[in-house]
């Protein structure tokens, strides 16, 4: 099977776990207690007033009837109208989603760069002080709350010496770079300095985690015989190393990374709320809090799809850096 | 079930590793805290006292601007000062915003946490296993449902999930009377255990996929060997092979990623109680977040149940390394936060 049969097939197959986040999604309104009648309408509302509200809305149909209509309007991008706002739900969620991704793609980025060169250095230098060091911060990195240190970070950096804000985003990275275009570098830096305690929040669990993996499958790489018969030909350690070892030791690494997508969206949530970042996980809590079904539902559908499709963009990765794959 | 070889496995492994040997002792230490809490705990943890407010821990002091209202020249007048606070002996790691006592709210925080930790874990262990082993076992078409349903649990993350069912079904405790306290030992402490019943069951629905996985994969590897078939050619029936059979050869990676997944927990207990879904009022991540609205004058409010969560985390995380290194049950045991 060729890779583009395989990203086919792992793609029709994320389509059903989508259909399924979907579907999840959905009957988890009706498992949960309270009427979502309760939460529109007013307080005082005759109970003609509460059916005329849920006929409106569509819910007093049967469930499977509501359960096709919302597939019929998903399909179509309408994911409903927020219960407290009155605005569109995609609208409003969609809007929020820059401000997510742009906080993962900093944190993963900045993770992936500091984490595999530290991992290898580690594995390379086994028991010198930078081994130490590394281990030592992968341990506290991993078992550290990450809610937790963005508040320590915001207590040092930002009340004691004042370098960083200590919440909020002033401006989004397009924009930023809108200013750019006009001979302004300031909304760059403003957006830089806004993101930093952010990212170092969100990114610190994964650059630690990467750390390790990147370690101990350096250390299992190093120790097996083709690094042998490669060192006995007489490559150059460095090639011997990055060329032959790292490049087996990502393949595990790629692996536990696109498992751990969903903590680094979880981890997101946790950031946003810390720093009053205005995400999709402010907006999530928000909306749970509020129970403002049409937000909740749509949050989590796209939280739950873009979980799916960069799981499959990581099996693609997966198996352009390792030949070896068998495309089942 | 424990073989002579994995205790010497076990032995050998702890006495090349001093971090093994550092986990351990911080795990037990935990441990003991969380049971003896009533005990330890040099106040009530819950009892406030506004006039010793936001006291720092020995060795520090701080400035804390007080508000008061005073009659200047016959009128009242709010007036704002600075008032300088020194540490009390009585409170070694100082006060929170409700002048309740630091230290002991961390000692008993330390019960939330454990609790949620190993029961939240018992219940992912007994529902993922269950499946995963049935999945493993039969193979074919309830294999695949069992799976498909696992990739959906895996598309939403765990902190997302967990905040979704406590926020929509509520939180409930159960009470269960502290037998230390009820044994008259220290009656003015509190007299009940709170067990955060909502928060452990939701942190076990979202985490008994890691498990379904590890159990199924064993199954899957198990249930063609040889004294399986020859288990099934006896007459054995299908819940006698795997509970004899099947069971007893995953424990192992089981059991490590258990260890792993009780650190995970925690973490997520503590995120879900930051965010105020989790009920609880004795919690580290509860205490957290109302010291982040203090940060600016009481440093430790917020600093010092973090602390806690980072050393009961690492202890357990370097008990998991210790049995992954002795064990080697060959999984990559990192479950999601």
Known sequence: M???RFILKRALQGVFVIWGVVTVVF?????????????????????????????????????????????????????????????EASARIFARLPATVELAVVATLVAVALSIPLGVVSATRRHEPADYAATTFSLAGISTPNFWLGIMLVLVLSVQFDLFPTSRRALGFVDALGYLAQGNPNGLIVWAKYITLPAITLGTYFTALITRLTRSGMLDELGKSYVRATRAKGLPESLVRYKHALRNTLIPVITVLGLQLGSLIGGAVITEAVFAWPGLGTLVINSINARDWPLIQGCLIVIGTSFVVVNIAVDALYAYVNPRVVYD | MVS??????????????????????????????AVLAPVLAPHHPLKQNLGESQLPPLGFSAVTNETTSEMVNGSIEVVQRERQVDASLSHPLGTDS??????SRIIYGARTSLLVGLLGTTLAVLIGVTVGLTAGYYGGKVDDGLMRVSDVMLAFPSLVLAIALIGLLGGASLRIPDPIVAAGVEPGMPPNIVLPGTVIVVVALVNWVWFARVARGEALSVRSEEYVKAARALGASDASIILRHVLPNSLTPILVLATIQIAAIIL????????????????WGFDI?????????????????????????????????????????????????
Not at chain 1, 48 to 62: D, F, S, V
Not at chain 2, 98 to 103: F, I, N, V
Not at chain 2, 269 to 280: K, Q, R, T, V
């Open chain 1, 2 to 4: 060729s890779l583009g």
């Open chain 1, 27 to 87: 009957l988890l309104r009706f498992v949960t207690p309270g009427d979502p009648i309760t939460f529109i309408a007013p307080l005082d509302a005759s109970p003609a007033l509460r059916q005329r509200i849920a006929a409106e809305l569509g819910l007093n149909k049967p469930l499977y009837v509501q359960y096709f209509d919302y597939l019929a309007e998903l399909v179509r991008g309408d994911m409903g109208y927020s219960y407290i706002s009155g605005t």
């Open chain 2, 4 to 33: 002579p070889r994995t205790v010497r496995n076990l032995k050998r492994e702890l006495g090349r590793s001093a971090l093994a040997k550092v986990g351990i002792a911080l795990v037990v230490a935990v441990l003991l805290v």
């Open chain 2, 98 to 103: 409700l002048g309740r006592d630091m230290l």
């Open chain 2, 268 to 283: 997520l207990e503590s995120s879900l109680a930051y965010l105020g879904f989790s009920g609880a009022n004795l919690s």
């Open chain 2, 289 to 337: 977040a109302q010291g982040r609205q203090y940060l600016s004058t009481s440093w430790w409010i917020a600093s010092l149940p973090g602390l806690a969560i980072v050393l009961a985390v690492v202890g357990i995380n370097l008990v998991g390394d210790w049995l992954r290194d002795a064990l080697d049950p060959g999984i990559e045991g990192e479950g999601g936060v």
